[in-house]
């Protein structure tokens, strides 16, 4: 059996990155659409350049040009409404024994800068992705780290060889990030990134960029090689906008005419805007990820399982999710949105209970015994301190929520936004007792998150709290990898989603959905794609 590749702490911060980032979508530079160019926009610019494999190694922690991926790149297949569908190969077959994937391509497909899409293309892309992620290999899917070999076996048909069979090697390559096909170009001779990345797109996708910029607004326009179905949009801008309010004042101000993702608007914003005529909102069908919060056990007073019982009953998930969600993110029941392989698992729910909260508490000897309104036990305070990432829409807010349920039960916990990489590095070091986060955005999860959850070898310190109580579950987690048996792979599943449950470890507390809000007068219609949280141009319907 071959086990993942073992990977340093800092991966954490590229899953993160992945779920939590999103873009922002269409402006027009006037009030005629006539040309048919719209502006759009963005939390972060792209300076760190326009590839395909994006990690700390090679961008730092600018994961800003993942969000329009979608635009320039293609994946061999695509994910659409949980079914993997064809994308740059029209077919594919999958050997009895999981090993070889063979690929079929599409026929007389160019990249943006005239190169021939085809077997060796692919070939060029698949041999040099794992040495591009360097150390951060298996961030993105497991599959990376299990390719053998990768054969030509003619001009359109590829070869994929594993060293092991792997579950969910089928949907890895449905992955914007890292499988996102670039021209050879892309490529210096020793397999590392060619310079002119930094500056252009090359990819098979509608759109590309050459070099474009105006302060901070960046210019795309048609790949004049895409020969497929042509959007309607025949270029847009992407306008650098760090702050979400000042993203609405921008959208009333006819300076861009769309926001799209969760993370870039508030609720309360978009509950405003709902009533607005000039504007659409609209909520995407699809669950994108669930929001959690995790504890620490190796810190006080979180090693103690009534502790940790006595918050999950403590915390009201419908009144967040109808305060602060206007009813628009719902309560989750699991880790995992049902409606995902494999994970159609019932677990127990802990309701909120505040009565039963405090007898958990007080039965395992919990008591506030000098009337401040905290309870103690042999000297310890029940206390916490919830770390949360600062600048993401709503997160403050229900980082706060849940502070003023537990002091309800007589917890004294604060909480402390901070830049995102500091928040990465302080769970992956293990300083820290509760942690607000994310699953990872369809369709990186749910094989991504089994790779998480993993004690050993440990890529993510806050998730693996959930399974460890169990001896030995990296073995369980490993024996998944490679496992051919539906029927085997769904019982751990079953046992997996039910024991993070049992342990308490990890609290699933809403199901975050994809939002859009729109003006009417420039874009007709707006359509989530399989990246329901990643702006897709193609997508955007003009007047």
Request: some cysteine; proline content about 4%.
């Amino acid at each position: 059996m071959k086990l993942l590749k073992k990977m340093s702490t800092a991966v954490l911060s590229i899953i993160l990155c992945i779920t939590l980032i999103a873009g922002c979508s269409s402006t027009k530079e006037t009030s005629n659409n006539s040309k048919k160019d719209i502006t759009l926009c963005e939390s972060w610019n792209f300076d760190t350049g326009f590839f395909t494999v994006l990690s700390p190694n090679n961008i730092g922690s600018n994961y800003g040009p993942l969000n329009y991926l979608c635009n320039f790149y293609e994946t061999l297949v695509q994910y659409e409404d949980g079914e993997i569908v064809p994308g740059l190969a029209d077919t594919w077959e999958i050997s009895d024994d999981g090993l070889t994937y063979t690929f079929h391509l599409k026929k007389g497909v160019k990249f943006s800068d005239g190169e021939d899409f085809n077997a060796e293309a692919v070939k060029l892309n698949l041999d040099n992705i794992p040495k591009m992620l360097g150390d951060f290999n298996g961030a993105y899917g497991a599959t990376t780290t299990l390719i053998k070999e990768v054969k030509a076996i003619d001009e359109y048909t590829v070869e994929v060889n594993l060293m092991s069979p792997y579950y969910g090697a089928l949907q890895d390559f449905t992955l914007l990030l890292p499988m996102g096909m670039m021209s050879p170009n892309a490529y210096n001779e020793d397999g590392t990134l060619s310079d002119i990345t930094k500056t252009k797109t090359l990819g098979t996708g509608p759109y590309m960029y050459d070099g474009q910029k105006d302060g901070e607004t960046y210019v795309f326009i048609r790949n004049k090689e895409y020969n497929r179905k042509q959007p309607d949009v025949d270029s847009f801008r992407v306008k650098v906008i760090p702050d979400n309010d000042a993203k609405i004042l921008a959208l009333r101000s006819g300076e861009i005419d769309a926001i799209i993702g969760s993370p870039n608007i508030s609720y309360d914003s978009f509950n405003e805007l709902s009533s607005n005529e000039d504007y659409k909102v609209k909520v995407s069908d699809a669950i994108v990820q669930t929001r959690l919060m995790g504890f620490n056990l190796s810190k006080k007073p979180f090693e103690e399982k009534a502790v940790r019982l006595a918050i999950n009953h403590a915390i009201n998930k419908d009144e967040i999710s109808k305060n602060l969600f206007y009813g628009i993110e719902e309560k989750a029941e699991g880790v995992l949105d049902k409606s995902l392989p494999y994970c159609n698992v019932s677990v127990e729910q802990y309701d909120y209970n505040k009565q039963k909260a405090n007898k958990i508490l007080e039965d395992a000897g919990w008591v506030d015994t000098d009337g401040d309104g905290f309870r103690e036990k042999d000297g310890v305070k029940l206390e916490g301190e919830i770390v949360y990432i600062s600048g993401m829409a709503m997160i403050e807010d229900l980082s706060l929520s849940v502070a003023h349920y537990l002091k309800e039960i007589g917890m004294d916990v604060k909480v402390k936004g901070m830049e995102m990489m500091a928040q990465f590095g302080i769970i992956a070091s293990g300083d820290f007792t509760m942690a607000m986060q994310v699953t990872n955005p369809i369709p990186y999860d749910p094989y991504l998150f089994m790779t998480r959850v993993n004690p050993e070898p440990l890529r993510d310190n806050l998730l693996a709290q959930g399974l460890k109580h169990i001896d030995n579950a990296s073995e369980i987690l490993n024996n998944l990898t490679c496992m051919t048996d539906e029927n085997k792979i769904q019982e751990t599943y079953d046992f997996v989603l039910k024991e993070i449950n049992k342990n308490g470890a990890i609290i699933p507390l809403t199901n975050v959905k994809s939002l859009t809000v729109f003006n009417k007068g420039v874009i007709e219609d707006y359509k989530f794609f399989g990246h329901p949280d990643l702006p897709n141009v193609a997508n955007i319907s003009l007047k």
